[in-house]
């Protein structure tokens, strides 16, 4: 546990806002501890959501504490996997080859495409939360969801190539351990299923992502990419939300 625990501050470096000011050593051993708590971010987020849900759930409109809560999780992740959403949308309708896209991956600009995903997936966000504000859940669905995604990001990259020999995806495949990692990831969600017995349509709406993501990032974009990984998260959690909203 204490050798799991030591890959958190790497995590939080790289996968939140959260400042931790310490040069961290980068090991086959730190990168995949660093990815088996990666979920534990999905936890401090889900906790920070709920924290201000019920701290301001008497004292604000739902329309504006779900647009707080929209601005709280912006401001937890820095809008990272918001940023490989925009990317993969931009360069999936240029409708390109995949040398192309993998041009329009690496350019910081916005392009229209990307913009209105941008819009859609928030809009789509604030709605969740109206609905989870409304119907007064307990913590552990506001945890399940951000905790399941991650968990399924890297069940995905471990199970996909990375699409090109550079780049964030290529460099942690290369340090991480793969069976322990999907150990540990399969035992987190068969936990989550246990404790909240609802989450298992939502975990069986994820591998079939993982499966046709996987299909889909191969096919257009040569495999798995920090973007592609960005994407997975910020439109997948919208989809497994949607999931255990319709099974409550």
Known sequence: MK????GLPLALQFFSSIPVKATLPMTKRSITS???????IGLLEGTLLFGLYTLLSNELHIVLLAALLVAAHLAFIGGLHLDGLTDTADAYFSYKDQAKRQQILKDPRVGAFGAMTVGVS?????????QLISLELSILHWLAIPILIRCGMVLYLVGTNPSKEHGMAHFFRQYFSFLPLTFIQLFILATLIVLLPVSSGPVAVLFIGIWYFKIWTRKHFGGASGDMCGAFI?????????VLLILL
């Open 3 to 6: 050798e799991l625990l030591s």
């Open 122 to 130: 928030l809009l789509m966000r604030f709605g969740i939360y109206v």
């Open 234 to 242: 910020e439109g997948g959690e919208l989809v497994v939300w949607l």
């Open 34 to 40: 660093m990815f088996a708590v990666f979920p534990f």
